[in-house]
């Protein structure tokens, strides 16, 4: 192939990248298990929000800020790998993930996340290393841009900020 021709056809990259500018970023929020809960649940951990509450003010502002955001929720391993390998395929830009207890036992999810390669910010609502010692250890923390815990419901909203702005040039 000559010089001139090679120069001249886009690379794969380069055509994602075009097929990218303008459109609008895609943001995935995920929930693991007893998020669903969230309200009622364990209020001294968790706060008195519901999730349905946190959901609404996540749309909005990135629907403010000219992004598309959906919100999963689920009690089920499988189900949240899915959605995850299902992101990959839709092109989401950035997730925000609490994998609730999930975050201490799931290879599963820690290896979805690594396959599609989506970055990510992990999102607790309590502070995991003021509580007990088997919530110390997530199996998400390294592959993870970064990690917020114990900030309750503003720990999303911060989250969301960071993904709108993420990368800096986008
Ligand atoms: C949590 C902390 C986890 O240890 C726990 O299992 C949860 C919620 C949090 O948001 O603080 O379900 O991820």
């Known amino acids: 192939m000559s010089q001139e021709r090679r120069h001249s056809r886009p690379t794969a990259r380069a055509s994602l990248k075009a097929a990218k500018a303008g459109a609008k970023k895609k943001i995935l929020v995920l929930h693991g298990p007893n998020l669903n809960l ?3 649940r364990e209020p ?3 706060g008195k929000t519901s999730l ?3 959901n609404d003010e996540l749309v909005k502002r990135a629907k403010t800020a000219g992004a598309t955001l959906e919100c999963y ?35 599963a999810i820690r290896d979805a996340l690594a ?3 989506v ?3 992990e999102v607790h609502l309590s502070n995991i290393y003021r509580r007990e010692a088997f919530r110390h250890r ?3 923390s390294d592959l993870a ?3 917020i815990s114990g900030l309750g419901a503003a720990g999303y909203e911060l989250a969301l900020e960071y993904a709108l702005c993420h990368p800096p040039e986008s």
């Open 138 to 140: 997530s199996y998400f």
């Open 73 to 107: 929720q689920s009690n089920v391993e499988g189900e949240l790998v899915n959605r995850i390998q299902q992101a990959a395929a839709e092109g989401v830009d950035f997730i925000i993930i609490n994998p609730a207890a999930y975050t201490h036992t799931s290879v």
């Open 44 to 46: 001294e951990h968790y």
């Open 119 to 121: 970055p990510f910010v």
């Open 52 to 54: 349905a509450r946190i």
């Open 115 to 117: 396959a599609v390669k």
């Open 145 to 147: 841009v970064g990690c």
């Open 38 to 40: 969230l309200g009622t």
